[in-house]
């Protein structure tokens, strides 16, 4: 088997059927449309990793399922050291790309989640899930497939269950079983890189009782699938993504959210991975959060890399030594490594499923995802501190009254500061505005849930009645004190 | 002497020439531009107010010079009240326009701080500084001017004195003294409000030692003086601005920042108020930040208002009450209040200068600067936890997908969440965002000198030895402990 | 009249009847009992203020009633001015004595609410409660008391009434009505100051319905009273307090709490205020708190100008410049300004009684009483920081190791450092410790009630609904959205 | 080989020569002295956990030298499961004892670190250093000793070198080098555990260079070593712990520290194993402080979960459902959880030594330091605010005067409230006060060493140009920017 690169990918999603929209437009082809090439470019930079020299340690693994090497993004996870290696993995893809690549993220949790509850599944219902799902799993290795994720259903009233909405359809559902596969309606939404996907893996968005069983639904299928379109959100700062400003503006890469909508979408069966089966969607969605939320801190850690890094130049350009602003460069490397630290800790306190699959401690994964929804907004903070008035609020003039006004020669004589060009200087002030007020802003509050649902958690799984005891004990208090 | 009305204003700025440039383009009606009619319109409210049965008294006051009624931020501040006044009419201005009224604000302070430095140069000096300075608030009061005002200069290198650096225009100088007045070279950046204003008022952008007097320079001047142009600054989310989406993705209101380019522009006499007195510059920005710092919290807590009021109706939007963020909503409120209060406790503890005009005290401002460049970017995170993923990153399809696209049936069904329309939501997640990561983001870090800087009057204000002693007393220490 | 001195003061409560007990024991005289005689001291020095050139201008005014110069904590406060007067002189008495000096803080506030309340009875009621309590206010002016003041009841069980508690006497209470004056029974408990107080100030511990009218009960008394029984409180600390170390260990000042336990005690009709008009328990408590809560910011910043400086001092006696700590210290300087200042904002913002009473913003009050309870600890803990291993948990020989042992040369030799004694490096970091671990922490967390009663209050000061209309018309929304 | 119980331990500490003092004492037994017996309670309970049937699995496991049976705190780790098996411990040992044990901390650390510096310096120098560990290691297993370490000097001047230091003996040194052994002479000062220990091991201070290499010396002595003298560090609440009130004020468990002056103490040969090799002083403070930093969060989570025990019982004891505190209790269990989770992060990302020995991530060890040195204050501050009053500042009545004094039936009456006695609720009270502000108040700011130094070692570890360069690669900034 020969690893794919590069250009395999890009040929590959290239030759897609267009199904995608942004602005009311059809994007012929997502890897040179202004609006999705640069979350494709983000994904291609992961081939190229797989290449290089040093990176592919981090980059490929050998397949538990046959030993062959393939990118990691396609493998299952069976140990701590495996997650930590998830982790690393997506602090290195910010690093290089200052954004999200949501779909080497959501989709391979997804599959190493249903490995699990697969076995679990078949156990108890004598179903063959696991079977199907190890074939597709052999399929999406060897194709080096790049595979986005999808829980969040745009959900309609949040005080109903899914079967009580006046529109049915506000989750995604199953419309019908037939025997060769299912029909499924309704919509997923805030899908992270999907614009770069080949497939996207379905899981349910929730946990559902019998009367919601419609709803307890997981498969995957080709983002082209008939049936399926996908409209790109968008973004206060969308247009500079479509200009063609030569990168002076935005870099090259960055992250996209798809808004997917399923109209009647045949699923065949050996695709599908629950069908039905609600009471498993607890499990799932607690595997889940569990190891999604541990390995997130990977990921804003990597952005808070880039935020240091544009700080310290920042501070240059605009002609001052970056140590007057240690104490907060030191604070902003502090954030991220409390955060990336804590998932590292989450999966070193895991355990390891009958499945093989390795799960990550909830307390410290959920605890993490709390943190996840703070620091970032205080490393940003200190990049809009440290970066001056021009990063704040980007407060600078645009490329086109920067070069080729009449006036532009006047204007980069005013922004000449530091021991660089003024168009250096531009540049990276833009960088600083784009990871924290513009298209760079990753979704660390609610991406992978709320800050609140993990405080609940973080809540059940705190044993106040054995911590009752300690103190009791500690005093020796002999008599019980009950809630009054 | 009638007071003007948003009409009144609206033709003045109207017909002013056209100076201002956006994208390489001149703007030629600055009430009308999409670039700027937000702004402008900013400002208009602020007159329909001066004429509002209930806002008139906050809005309108009588001039200390004429006896007569005037807008108020063309009076002098001569008591705490006063500035206490000026806080209630920014907040005010920000709960109705969601932003930054910035032609009614630096303009405002620097000629009230300018009322005291004309009058301390004219005793020493024999100067006529202040009689021009009378002469000019008389005629700003009869029309009900709308003034922006100039500090930050583009500074060019920051490690060397203006008269050091390689560019001499990096920061704002008199060029040449005629008999009958200057001409002044330069740019002043990050100018809040220009493209709604009347005039700018010009001050030093620091403290000037000697070898630099030509830079010790305070003046006014209309918007389109000849010789002065401006250049539009940018923001990631202008594009918004730019499509006529009817109010849909923004607001009718909004701030702006204009970068000032002085090509050899005259400044008559009259309108002159410093001229090399470099040995007051200090005193000036000393003034000038006590006040400004001291009412920058009642900016910010009107904007958290806002935010209050678009995170309420985001719970409800998504069919939630709101009660069930009641601790978050009180944080928020907390946020504000702090910042609120804070403003007008240094406003109480200020003292009267001899000129009449009244300071707020530096220990508190500059502290207060410092609560500023922290406690909204809480209540902006707050306001994204509590409006969920689509106000996050507003992930959410463009005004094109939403409405009149072939799919924006299927869209807007999906969008249906609480009692309200899909519309109406997505206004509010809308407003959401653009308060927090749109157009819609004040200059809170930076916008009024960087909290660093305040730190250092907050260092300077504290009397650590004074503190030592008390701390020996106590304690019944009489040896000397000095510095080792 | 002639204002009193230290010795008028001694003198009078040396020869009170003894009530206070403490480790079992009657305390003869507070002037002389090591329990007892650091908060007399405390208070001693109120009294030297008054007579001070500089303070004196602080300490005393002119009585709103006579005229007459007076200690100041007998006035009646009628303006912001007169508020921040009083959080002046609070900010001034931590300074000098490194604690709480409660017996010229409750007192005071509740004659002044009082003042306001007894008029709004007498007006509804036809009494003549504000008569006798301009009798009792001469009174006190010209004796110049020291009065405390008491709210809190013993309450009982948190979730009942106090009529429906097993324990009636729960919360202090009228046991019977006679002609010449009332019974009263019950306890108050964590009272500030009274051991060093001459008399005491009765207010009701919360707001009432008609069932409680027996408990809406104010008066004063002297602290001596027949029925009257005082506990003082203990703390950890205490025996430090009990030694004699000569200022070794602790300071001569310091602050108690005392236990009030009354057994029907007889209290004449002229000293009392509100006897069962359970309707104005309510404003009483509101008109309290916000003054309370605004001023209360005064005590937290002044204790934090000692820690500053022992703080610096502290870095200097280990041999460390000070300057090394400067980020801290600034920290420390900002986190006591804040307290302070937007205390100031709170009265600056507050509003005149119709009986002359000046009351603070509630809103800024009580978002201050949230502040004061967080703030002071990050402040503490900054001083145990900079103050290194020794301040953090006074890990250090005992003053009998130190002095006089046959080791305590060795020790000494040890404990040296920085350019001073071993001794000063001694007492510093014991000052460190009293005020951070030790008996000087005041009660900043639930003195004047708890936070979160600060942030219900917030709450029903927020007008939430004038919010969402501001969002409203921003965007343009013309359709009502409701609680779902 | 038998494992070592309680009544092994209390015989051996017991006949131990007294060498240890307190307030001028000499403490004869330490088992049954007041101010020693709580501590040696606290490691009693280590013995009786490594017989019990649950915890053994955590206390003991089989040595890597012998492959026998051992109490933990005696072995050597060498893999990240054994480090966070040490967190594991620690952290029981706070829940059991609410406080300190260590005894079984330091000296752990110190054989561990030793195991591989000795292997590098035998390396280097040809030296027999780590035979004679090993055949102390073996002595120490065999005996299940409880060894405490000792680092921190008197240190004297902080900005003089040891070898510059007019007092010689600020730093332990060697004094002479015998054929035999050495003599060394010094303090060693604030170290935890040493009174209920029966041997203590001995390492730098700090990193030294040539001139300093008397002071590079490691070494582990009996605790009654002739010449040793040990003073015990005083608390404020010293005094509860002497007075014989039953366990009603004080746990029976509790912290101490001791303050070790060595005069001329002759250590054999065998038992040194660092002596001059001042070069291996650097890698030895990076190795102790990156596993002491890693797992000291497993402490301060230990003593946060027993103040989230007692707060719930507070709320409890007061009348009030815990639930209503929710919010509170678990912001309490996620400060824990951070701390505890980014230790076990640390120890994930370690890396093992060549010796065998494992050490943790230095960057993230050295994060949680920082955060150790925070969270733990936060969480004391809720234990307050949740317990009220009563708990802030211990504000009760003293054991005498609850029980047995002539008023005390009335003190009781008034301290009943929720659904458990008086006496129970004063308990609770007083473990929440001790927790917070008295005898247990752990010593998380410097043990282990200073934030501030944390903080360096982050600065250090983090890689800033690699960070500038993501940036730059990500703009596609060719030039280079150096610092101005």
């Known amino acids: 088997m020969v690893l794919q690169t590069r250009n395999d990918y890009l040929k590959a999603v290239s030759k897609m059927r267009p199904n995608i929209y942004k602005f009311g437009e059809l994007i012929k082809d997502v890897t040179t449309h202004p609006a999705t090439k640069r979350v494709v470019e983000s994904h291609a930079l992961n081939y190229d990793a797989s290449h290089?020299?040093?990176?592919?340690?981090?980059?490929?693994?050998?397949?538990?399922?046959?030993?062959?090497?393939?990118?990691?993004?396609?493998?299952?996870?069976?140990?701590?050291?495996?997650?930590?290696?998830?982790?690393?993995l997506k602090r290195q893809n910010f690093r290089r790309t200052g954004s999200c690549t949501g779909a080497v993220c959501v989709g391979w949790n997804a599959q190493n989640v249903m490995w699990a509850i697969t076995q679990e599944m078949d156990k108890e219902y004598r179903t063959k899930f696991q079977e199907r799902l190890n074939k597709w799993i052999l399929h999406a290795?060897?194709?080096?497939?790049?595979?986005?994720?999808?829980?969040?259903?745009?959900?309609?009233?949040?005080?109903?269950?899914?079967?009580?909405?006046?529109?049915?359809?506000?989750n995604l559902r199953i419309v019908k079983i037939r025997d060769d596969g299912l029909i499924i309606r309704g919509a997923k939404l805030m899908i992270a890189g999907t614009a770069a996907s080949q497939e996207i893996f379905l899981l349910p968005g929730a946990i559902y009782k019998e009367a919601d069983k419609d709803f307890a639904l997981s498969c995957v299928l080709p983002r082209d699938t008939e049936g399926l379109t996908i409209i790109e959100?968008?973004?206060?700062?969308?247009?500079?993504?479509?200009?063609?400003?030569?990168?002076f503006e935005v870099p090259n890469t960055g992250p996209t959210q798809g808004l997917l909508f399923f109209e009647d979408v045949f699923i065949p069966n050996d695709r599908v991975f629950m069908c039905g089966e609600y009471k498993y969607t607890s499990k799932l969605i607690q595997y889940f959060t569990?190891?999604?939320?541990?390995?997130?801190?990977?990921?804003?850690?990597?952005?808070?890399d880039v935020m240091i890094g544009a700080s310290v130049l920042m501070a240059r350009a605009n002609g001052l030594s970056s140590k007057i602003f240690m104490n907060k460069l030191v604070d902003m490397s502090i954030n991220n490594q409390i955060n990336y630290g804590l998932g590292a800790g989450a999966c070193a306190m895991g355990t390891k499923h009958d499945s093989g699959t390795f799960f990550a401690d909830p307390l410290?994964?959920?605890?993490?995802?709390?943190?996840?929804?703070?620091?970032?907004?205080?490393t940003k903070r200190l990049t809009q501190e440290i970066g001056g008035g021009i990063v704040e609020t980007g407060c600078m003039p645009s490329y086109k009254d920067f070069n080729g006004a009449e006036y532009s020669d006047m204007v980069?004589?005013?922004?000449?500061?530091?021991?660089?060009?003024?168009?250096?200087?531009?540049?990276?002030?833009?960088?600083?505005?784009?990871?924290?007020?513009?298209?760079?802003?990753p979704g660390c509050m609610h991406g992978g849930g709320s800050p609140d649902g993990a405080r609940l958690v973080v809540r059940f799984n705190t044993p106040f009645e054995e911590y009752v005891d300690y103190a009791r004990k500690i005093m020796n208090i002999k008599e019980d004190i009950p809630e009054p």
């Open 233 to 247: 959100a968008t973004r206060p700062s969308d247009q500079r993504d479509l200009e063609d400003n030569s990168g």
């Open 364 to 378: 410290t994964a959920h605890t993490n995802k709390v943190v996840v929804a703070k620091l970032p907004y205080e």
């Open 141 to 170: 290795q060897k194709e080096g497939l790049t595979v986005a994720g999808a829980l969040t259903d745009s959900k309609g009233n949040r005080s109903l269950k899914p079967s009580k909405q006046p529109n049915l359809d506000a």
């Open 290 to 304: 569990a190891n999604y939320r541990a390995c997130i801190g990977a990921c804003v850690s990597g952005q808070g």
């Open 412 to 441: 980069q004589k005013y922004y000449k500061a530091g021991p660089c060009s003024p168009e250096a200087r531009y540049k990276i002030a833009r960088l600083s505005e784009w990871l924290t007020i513009g298209g760079g802003v």
């Open 52 to 88: 290089d020299q040093i990176l592919e340690k981090l980059y490929t693994t050998n397949s538990s399922l046959t030993g062959e090497k393939i990118h990691r993004w396609n493998s299952l996870m069976q140990s701590s050291e495996d997650l930590i290696a998830n982790m690393k």
